[in-house]
């Protein structure tokens, strides 16, 4: 059977084991945290170099959107001014299709032909009956000058409306490009702006894992740290029953050294015989004192 010295002795040897396997794991622990505290700190740095990416894009977004906005606005007018041209061209038709033909006859024959006419009346005896059927013929004649002149001047405006009318129809055309072209460029811009909100939403959860990662390894370092603490106590409770065993048992060695020198002594008093310094020590508790 293991005498109590020896019981005490194995609880330490155990208690240093595992004090031993508690320091060791709480080194790992304080390792670990600050790893994933390194990890965290990477991580918001990366956080906010997107967050400015972020922005950037977003105001990059904004302009496009603004500049988009100000072609949408011409793009209006262009369409209002190609109406306003048809409807005025369609306008002109009209007029033009009632004036129709002047007898086939262009602005200058008709004036050639009244130039002549009214020189014959100028120059030429002429009767009366054959003068005044030239008179008629003169006004006839500049009854259709002046409708040719209007029919010239509706064809002229109506070639000016269609040349305006192209000319809008260009535009138009151009500002539905440029539409399209800035349409393009904001749809690739949300489409970043979504990726770098995907990537900062990512971010954000491993932070929050670390973090809770972290909590978690604070908590058992707390908790690692408790445990030594009572393991510390439970040793120097062992070191303290241990000592005391000891100095318990040194006093009953030493107690029963004198025990035999008292004999001695009082065996040597019984005989008659010399005693020493020593010996009256050990009678008188000198020794004892001095021991």
Same mark, same amino acid.
């Given at each position: 059977?293991?005498?109590?010295?020896?019981?005490?002795?194995?609880?330490?040897?155990a208690l240093r084991e595992e004090l031993k396997d508690l320091r060791e794991r709480r080194a790992e622990v304080?390792?670990?945290? +600050?790893?994933?505290?390194? !990890?965290? %700190?990477e991580l918001i740095e990366k956080i906010k170099g997107l967050r400015e990416e972020l922005r950037a894009e977003r105001e990059k977004l904004a302009k496009l959107k603004e500049e988009r906005q100000k072609l949408i606005e011409e793009r209006r007018e262009a369409v209002k001014k190609i109406r306003e041209i048809k409807s005025q061209l369609f306008s002109k038709r009209e007029l033009l299709n009632?004036?129709?033909?002047?007898?086939?006859?262009?602005?200058?024959?008709?004036?050639? +032909?009244?130039?002549?006419? !009214?020189? %014959?009346?100028?120059?030429?005896?002429?009767?009366?009956?054959?003068?005044n059927a030239i008179i008629r013929e003169i006004s006839r004649l500049e009854s259709l000058l002046e409708k040719a002149v209007e029919a010239r001047k509706l064809r002229n405006e109506y070639r000016e409306l269609n040349a305006q009318l192209k000319s809008q129809i260009i535009i138009l055309n151009d500002l539905n490009g440029k539409i399209s072209e800035l349409s393009i460029k904001i749809n690739s811009v949300r489409e970043r702006i979504g990726t770098l909100k995907e990537q900062v939403k990512a971010l954000q959860e491993s932070i929050e894992e670390r973090n809770k990662a972290i909590q978690d390894r604070a908590n058992e370092l707390v908790e690692l740290s408790g445990k030594l603490n009572e393991m510390y106590a439970k040793y120097r409770e062992f070191q303290t029953r241990l000592r005391e065993l000891r100095v318990g048992r040194k006093k009953a060695v030493e107690k029963e050294i004198i025990e035999r020198k008292k004999e001695g002594a009082m065996k040597k008093l019984k005989e008659g015989k010399r005693l020493t310094l020593e010996d009256l020590?050990?009678?008188?508790?000198?020794?004892e004192e001095e021991e």
């Open positions: 059977m293991a005498s109590e010295e020896e019981v005490i002795l194995n609880e330490i040897s304080a390792s670990e945290i +600050r790893t994933l505290k390194q !990890e965290r %700190r009632n004036a129709g033909k002047v007898e086939g006859m262009s602005v200058a024959k008709i004036r050639a +032909r009244i130039d002549r006419l !009214e020189w %014959r009346i100028i120059t030429e005896s002429l009767p009366l009956e054959e003068e020590k050990v009678l008188y508790g000198g020794l």
